[in-house]
């Protein structure tokens, strides 16, 4: 992907760096190249690998990452982009970082959101690719960003910000298969992954129960995710990435935080394609259900409106401990997944004026290319506990459908998914169909309400290789397709999850350079893939992706107007 002049370029800067010559960065705004300087030191490999500090000058102040001479990539983790939530800043909007003096080290990881220790659905065997290295705690000091960016980068790279997975509640951007090294390397691209504040720290709406110093609690995570593309529109161009050219991209809760995005006026400008991956979401809380939220973490924390000021005095570990006892009573039901549950964003009438995409498309979202869509059986990672699920015959498979779609509905959703899925046994088959319904159905509605006539582009995916982990009885389940992104597939985390391998590495090469593609262009283009097509509401294209890809219906249509209209009622919209 690279051209001869961007090859000769990189060499040029590579040879002044060993040399010892520095090619000082620019400010933002202005064209940048990085440059290396230091000795080449040992790898915890047998060969030496260039690990050299880079310096950059941010709005702030100068940051110090590291470039590691075997990939041609600089990256910095841990920068500061607002401050700490402690104190008076526990429940207020993200507070501007004061200019530091010297030198700021970005070699480590900063703190993760404070979070329960839990996993949201218990631990799987893909959890330890969604690990962060050992010093990383949740903390306070946790509104940072990572930065990977190649070698010579000149200010015109496109940027990739990645919004971690975890649901409302949980996550990092610092977790193993998230690290955007390979991504830079492979696409020139710089790649950008963000904490924000999670939970009750970042959804407890105070503004109307409180009032007064908590006017602006809504939203807090959101506005954490403005500020840190604030951030990059104002610095990325100093670490070569171009501030008009930014794509939003995020999986599971991340597509929940990217379709958000996708409805806050404020954020518009900030960015310039989306991607949705497996994390569909259509509507927010209305106030009064945020206000029960809000009223049941007072009560738990023990504060009412007339002793307001203790929830500055409150510790991270208080707060996070009080939304524990508030989710414990509002769980996320699985009979209308995707719907506001516990903490979530609220319609605050400010920052969040409408659903974002319940009934309409939200007019911010609408000049977006966007990339949606979903792995072939998200839910076998959710269904963990239910053993009998991954050993169906065909008897228990109709038992299953009958059960949970009603009898009358059970036949033609059988003969549709036997027709479409031949090569699926019956538990694959059972999962393929409640995966469509609890979430494919939601993709839909997205889909058909921004391809409307004056819209930017959709395009719709499925990712359907199946991991042969597990011996195979995961299928192509929720988290699947991040390593393939992130180019990680044989790393030691993506092998976790892929199982290494030519053909995985093959894959991955073809999806990173699809998305890759897709933030240069709006377009989502790459070697190994048939043509692209723009996904409508009547042909419903979709790239269903794997060793080999094909151009087929994202659902069968009428399979999406039955479950939507089964989930919209469980969820009490008809």
Known sequence: ????????????????????????????????????????????????????????????????????????????????????????????????????????QAER??????????????????????????????????????????????????????????????GSGSDFIYDGENLAARGDVVIVTINHRLGASGLTDFSRILGGEFAESSNLGVRDMIAALEWVRDNIAAFGGNPDLVTIFGES????????????PAA?????????????????????????????????????????AKLYDLSAEEVVAAEARVLAGMPMTMGAPGFPTGFWPVIDGTLIPNHVFDVNAAPSSLDVPLLIGQNGTEFTLFMLGDQAAYSLDDAGLDSR????????????????????????????????????????TLSSEIMDVRSVAGAAPVYAYRFDWQTPILDGKLYSPHTIEIPFVFDNATTEAGIVMTGGGTEAAALAERVSSAWVAFARTGTPTADGLPEWPAYSQDGRASMHIDVTSRVAPYMDPAMVELFHNMLWTQAGLH
């Open 401 to 440: 459908v009958a059960g949970a779609f009603g009898q009358d509905a059970a036949p033609q959703i059988l003969d549709a998914y036997r027709r479409d899925f031949p090569d699926y046994d019956p538990s694959g088959l059972w999962f393929r169909i409640y995966s469509d319904y609890a979430m494919g």
């Open 268 to 308: 518009k400008g900030l960015f310039h394609r989306a991607i949705v991956e497996s994390g569909p979401l259509t509507r927010f809380m209305t106030p009064d259900q945020a206000d029960e939220v809000a009223t049941a973490v007072l009560s738990e924390l023990g504060v009412t409106p007339d002793t307001a």
């Open 1 to 104: 992907m690279h051209n001869r002049s961007n090859m000769s370029r990189r060499s040029f800067l590579r040879s002044s760096a060993v040399a010892g010559v520095t090619i000082g960065s620019l400010m933002s705004g202005c064209t940048a190249m990085i440059a290396p300087t230091g000795n080449t030191i040992p790898s915890e490999n047998t060969e030496a690998t260039e690990i050299m500090t880079s310096t950059v000058t941010t709005s702030k102040g100068i940051v110090a990452g590291q470039f590691n001479g075997s990939t041609g990539v600089h990256s910095f983790k841990g920068i500061p982009y607002a401050q700490s939530i402690a104190g008076r800043n526990r429940f207020a909007p993200p507070q501007p970082v004061e200019p530091w003096t010297g030198v700021l």
């Open 253 to 264: 809760g991340g597509g929940w935080k990217v379709s958000t995005m996708l409805g806050v």
């Open 109 to 170: 990881y900063a703190d993760s959101s404070p979070q329960q220790v839990s996993e949201l659905t218990g631990t799987t065997p893909v959890s330890s690719a969604f690990r962060a290295p050992e010093y990383v705690k949740p903390g306070d000091d946790c509104l940072a960003l990572n930065i990977w960016t190649p070698d010579g980068a000149d200010g015109s790279l496109p940027v990739m910000v990645w919004l971690h997975g975890g649901g409302w509640v949980s």
